[in-house]
């Protein structure tokens, strides 16, 4: 079992990370062997494990019960698997954390049901382990938020007129409300109060916010080997992220003849609209946007109390916004 080495210099949290990813392969027990095993690989090929450490940290402000903070640190990571899954297959994508996806492996259709399977399992851990109805119904909520970002990216694909507004909007669906959840299931699980859960709630979001914004420069800065995908596939399917928009504000009349060419755009022209991304300045302003939740967050943190998991709270979040993969 591997974890992600960033999590070296955190030794109050790893162990229990390393106990989550084992717990999601304990409860991967279907009949298929091979998908079994394909969802065990990708557990097990270094994901970050974010969402799951926001949840623990965030229990940490309490006396919670370690064991049932890491069965929920667990449904919440296999609920950002599934909509990986998923994501694949409705972006016929070949690689997932550099190694082949799944729906790449075995066809669209078993990665649909693997992925539907992966939410089985987190609705079994949540159901067996949240302390009250509360829970479950942010999770319903916030999963509701989640499918209605995708639904909306999908909707306005290749539309060269998104605003950055409704880039915002779509990732505040889609990544926000996840790292949303997790904070808020850590704080309300473990045992705070209803105003402190709703406080982690909003810190959840403003550093899954950051992170997407993150997400998508390095889309335009790193290469494939570094991010484990293929490097700006998302421009040829017509999803057009912040660097890209704040870039197009500046100067449409040079993206508009290339991104015309929709999914038959030659790597050449990709090329070019990465270099007209960068040239435009579309990779500094979405930093600035990426600084300002990050901001955001870190001045909420700051009203914590003063406990060991704060100060990993402030350094992660200020880490994630200077990755360079």
């Excluded at 079992?1 to 210099?9: G, T, V």
Aim: hydrophobic letters at 40%.
């Amino acid at each position: 079992m591997k974890i992600n080495p960033i999590w070296n210099k955190y030794p109050l949290i790893k162990p229990e990370l390393e106990s989550t990813m084992a717990l999601m392969e304990n409860n991967i027990q279907t009949d298929n062997k091979p998908v079994s095993k394909a969802i065990i690989n990708m557990i097990d090929s270094g994901g970050k494990l974010l969402r799951p450490a926001y949840l623990l940290l965030f229990s940490m402000f309490q006396k919670a019960d370690r064991q049932k903070m890491i069965a929920l640190a667990a449904a919440v990571e296999t609920l950002h698997m599934a909509t990986l899954i998923h994501d694949d297959v409705v972006d016929q994508s070949p690689t997932r954390r550099g190694q082949s996806s799944i729906q790449a492996q075995f066809g669209q259709s078993t990665a649909v049901y693997s992925g539907d399977y992966l939410f089985v399992v987190c609705f079994n851990l949540l159901a067996d382990h949240a302390s009250d109805f509360k829970g479950i119904q942010q999770y319903g909520q916030r999963m509701g938020s989640i499918l209605n970002g995708e639904m909306v990216q999908m909707a306005e694909r290749y539309d060269t007129n998104i605003s950055i507004d409704q880039y915002l909007k779509q990732i505040s669906g889609k990544t926000g409300q996840l790292f949303s959840l997790s904070a808020f299931l850590g704080a309300y699980e473990g045992g705070g109060s209803a105003q402190f859960a709703e406080l982690a709630g909003k810190i959840g979001l403003n550093i899954g916010m950051s992170f997407q914004l993150m997400d998508d420069i390095l889309d335009y800065t790193d290469s494939s080997s570094q991010l484990g995908k293929p490097v700006h596939s998302d421009v040829r399917q017509g999803v057009y992220s912040a660097p890209l928009i704040l870039a197009m504000q500046q100067q449409r009349d040079y993206f508009l003849p290339l991104l015309a060419k929709k999914n038959r755009m030659s790597d050449a022209d990709t090329e070019r609209v990465v270099k007209g991304v960068t040239i435009f300045g579309g990779i500094q302003a979405a930093k600035k946007y990426a600084r300002q939740y990050t901001r955001a967050a870190l001045k909420q943190i700051d009203c914590l109390p003063d406990k060991p998991a704060k100060k990993i709270l402030i350094t992660l979040t200020k880490d994630l916004l200077d990755r360079q993969a």
